[in-house]
């Protein structure tokens, strides 16, 4: 069922592209892995935002090539929380001397290198966790985000900020008007399969409610454009339309 399962998502997964043009004051790049996003924000230095799953380093290498990207030019790389399908290959990208940049509240998760409690969201995601990936290699971020993080060392103009919701150590990163938020809400109708960018209740979230008040606050902020782990990107008003604002 694993197999037939990773046939399928294999055969839906988009091509590497350039997920959001530079109109939108900042490029970003996506590679679409085995079970989650990979971004490339594009700065000074080129920005990674998650890592996919344990054992995907040469899938990314080979995906970042496609738009540009050799991960040696890459100073940074956030990831937006410790699940085995985003931060699985952080402790590979570390030992290519990228600086891996986490939140403190997934220090213990990340130091062992286990996803964790999933609290799914509803019994298609109860269904879903059998298959997921549960390890991933552990890791020490180099940067551990209790609040704010200023990403110009990376090379970007943003910054990272702690948010909680997914997981207690979920971060977003902020780049002008558009914001990457990980798996705060995913995208997609059908497990993502259709309409990739229409906003979705994401599967799984250990504070919901939490999660979705971080949502309508990057709202408030006046985000335009949110990037996200699985589908998307998904534009303001639809964000607003399912979440509120
Ligand atoms: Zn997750």
């Known amino acids: 069922m694993r197999w037939f399962l ?15 043009p530079a109109s939108r004051g900042v490029a970003i790049g996506t590679v679409t892995l085995e079970w989650s996003n990979v971004h490339a924000v594009f700065g000074e230095h080129v920005l990674l935002v998650d890592t996919g799953s344990q054992g995907e380093l040469y899938q990314l290498e080979q995906g970042m090539k496609q738009i540009g990207v050799r991960l040696g030019d890459v100073k940074c790389a956030v990831v937006t929380h410790g699940h085995a399908d985003h931060a699985g290959t952080a402790r590979a990208l570390q030992l290519k001397g990228i600086r891996i940049i986490a939140g403190a509240g997934d220090r213990a998760r990340n130091a062992r290198g286990e996803h964790g409690a999933h609290n799914p969201t509803g019994l298609f995601s109860r269904m879903l966790a059998w298959f997921l990936p549960e ?18 060392p990376c090379g970007v103009a943003g910054e990272v900020i702690a948010v909680g919701g997914h997981t207690a150590g979920s971060v977003v990163v902020v ?26 209740v994401h599967f799984y979230q250990d504070d919901k409610a939490h999660a979705h008040e971080q949502i309508r606050a990057l709202v408030r902020r006046g985000v335009e454009l949110f ?4 589908g998307g990107p998904a534009i303001r008003s639809e964000v607003i339309e399912t979440f509120g604002k």
Not at 135 to 152: E, G, I, M, N
Not at 227 to 230: D, I, Q, R, S, Y
């Open 6 to 20: 990773i046939v399928l998502l294999l055969g839906c997964r988009p091509d590497p592209r350039i997920a959001v």
């Open 135 to 152: 390890t991933y290699k552990p890791f020490t971020a180099d940067v551990v985000v209790t609040d704010r993080f200023d990403l110009a």
């Open 175 to 200: 780049v002008g008007k558009v914001a990457l938020v990980g798996d705060l809400f995913r995208g997609g109708r059908l497990a993502g399969f259709v309409d990739r960018t229409e906003p979705m």
């Open 227 to 230: 990037v996200l782990g699985h």
